[in-house]
């Protein structure tokens, strides 16, 4: 085989982004061993202009006509283009909010950006992988960075932690994912490409056999654990309180989405034999998760965890969407996962800069803090109603579309347990803004009392205040000037062949199990 064959077949353009943020992460590191500390000031700033031209190559490779790379290992299309950039944006909002923060606890900050990049980099390779060897190299790229990304703040035990505990219920759940995986290369006839796979299992007629079932749900449990979906949530509370709060930020919405990305794609893809199947048991983790992550969240003390219930909550009503199965259900979902990125980021760099100046985290020392910090309070209060689904803002129309496509698929009673869920939401959000607004000068907690002066020259927080500003103008004025938005969201789902493929798949598929039914 010549090479001009072998460069055809390998289309290496489509890997361009990450070829772009492998040579920052390069650079990274290098400049960081010639100059050492001293490059403190300004690696950061390398890492974000790397991640930029990334987003700006993603933006030059929409809609292209030859989106498979690597003999089919790796799909660009426009699905996996959306997933990336929400991974490349939630990268460099963290690296904003991280240079402080680390800086602070006595730690590198090269070595930080540079395990951060490298999950970035696991997290947009997921997003477009579409066989079992790259989905699993993708997978753990981004889950060992993240497990080093948890437990990078060494001296402090509750870091420490946070990182064991993640690192062994990570380390199970890829034991569950790969044995699910192995069993589908197996019942395929030893495929390994996603569509092989689904067309093998429909040659071998198993479509009904144990087998299948049982490596459908070993497969959901490792997507679960990636969601924070319950009930495989139980890493999410104490790794959200212990660990860096810059690396829970990223966690929340980076590796949620990459989460997401290949649940779309491997279930539509691979399962679309046993779609009813695997609707059916993510509506049972949607119901969990909703009910579970809002009540809980009720009861919290401290910031963290409570938006470590938060997010468990919002991966349920996310999942609404993927359960609708429907182009409207599709499109709600990446919809919401945008907004999410900056309603959920503003909320964490609001607590990096509460816990900079004040050292705590907990939800009552928040009391009056209006009076000595307008732009903080702001910031957190926005984030916190923008969650909870308050309109005008950006969440609102997310949970807005998200419910429409619900109710147009007919998942009537779910949706009906998400707006209540919604209103229970709002009740802890509210309770937060509350404490900080409405509280007397004599209510005022004594970490407030004691409020440091609020200083933006100092190093490293003039990041953080660009990052702050930022998300929450994004937050604001995503709901009200949403149509771009819808539009994106619409357009990735409308040219995204394998979506339009996995619903013809479905539908010929319940037409197979009616007539073998028919039979018996």
């Not at 003999?71 to 402080?100: C, E, Q, Y």
């Not at 994912?177 to 092989?196: D, I, K, P, R």
């Not at 309180?241 to 810059?246: C, N, Q, Y």
């Not at 357009?491 to 073998?516: D, F, G, R, Y």
Request: hydrophobic share 55%; net charge neutral.
């Amino acid at each position: 085989m010549d090479f001009a064959n072998i460069a055809s077949q390998l289309n290496a353009g489509t890997i361009l982004p990450e070829g772009i943020v492998i040579l920052t992460l390069l650079g990274v590191l290098i400049v960081d061993l010639i100059l050492g500390r001293t490059s403190s000031r300004w690696i950061g700033y390398l890492a974000i202009a790397g991640l930029l031209a990334a987003i700006v190559a993603l933006y030059f490779q929409w809609d292209s006509t030859n989106p498979i790379g690597f003999t089919g290992a790796f799909n660009g299309d426009d699905l996996s283009i959306i997933f990336r950039g929400i991974i490349a944006l939630s990268a460099i909002v963290t690296i904003l909010m991280s240079i402080r923060y680390v800086e602070q606890s006595g730690t590198a900050l090269a070595e930080f950006i540079a395990i951060l990049m490298t999950a970035t980099l696991g997290g947009m390779f997921l997003s477009g992988a579409s066989e079992l060897v790259m989905i699993f190299i993708s997978l753990e790229t981004l889950s060992i960075s993240s497990y080093l990304l948890t437990g990078y703040t060494k001296r402090d035990p509750r870091s420490n932690e946070a990182a064991l505990k993640y690192l062994l219920i990570g380390a199970s759940s890829t034991a569950v994912f790969l044995y699910g995986v192995s069993l589908l290369y197996g019942l395929s006839g030893g495929q390994t490409e996603l569509s092989a796979i689904a067309n093998g299992i429909a040659a071998a007629n198993v479509s009904q056999s144990l087998g299948l079932v049982i490596a459908l749900v070993f497969v959901i449990a490792g997507i679960g654990f990636k969601i924070s979906a319950a009930p495989f949530h139980q890493w999410t509370p104490d790794v959200y309180e212990g660990a860096p709060t810059p690396v829970i930020a990223f966690l929340s919405v980076g590796s949620k989405a990459a989460g997401f990305a290949l649940a779309i794609r491997l279930l539509t893809v691979a399962f679309p034999l046993v779609a009813d199947e695997w609707r059916f048991v993510f509506t049972a983790l949607a119901v969990l998760s909703m009910v579970l992550g809002n009540v809980v969240a009720l009861a919290q003390t401290s910031m963290k965890r409570m938006l470590a219930y938060s997010s468990i909550a919002q991966a349920g009503f996310v999942m609404i969407g993927l359960i609708a199965g429907t182009d409207a259900g599709y499109s709600s979902m990446i919809f919401y996962l945008l907004v999410y990125l900056f309603m959920n980021l503003c909320g964490f760099t609001c607590i990096i800069l509460f816990s900079l100046r004040t050292g705590t985290d907990q939800i009552a020392e928040y009391s009056g803090l209006y009076q000595k910090d307008p732009l903080l309070t702001l910031g957190l209060s926005i984030s916190l109603l923008s969650l909870g689904g308050i309109p005008p803002l950006a969440g609102f129309f997310g949970k807005i579309y998200l419910f429409w496509a619900g109710w147009q698929a007919g998942l009537y009673w779910l949706v009906l347990l998400g707006l209540v869920t919604s209103v229970v939401s709002i009740y802890y959000y509210i309770r937060v803004v509350k404490m900080m607004v409405v509280k007397e000068p004599q209510e005022m907690s004594d970490v407030v009392k004691n409020y440091p002066q609020v200083r933006w020259d100092l190093p490293g927080l003039r990041p953080l205040q660009v990052g702050l500003i930022v998300t929450l103008i994004a937050t604001s004025i995503a709901g009200i000037l949403s149509n771009p938005l819808f539009t994106l969201a619409n357009n990735s789902v409308a040219n995204t062949p394998i979506l339009q493929a996995a619903k013809i798949a479905s539908s010929q598929a319940n037409v197979i199990i009616t007539q073998q039914a028919e039979k018996l």
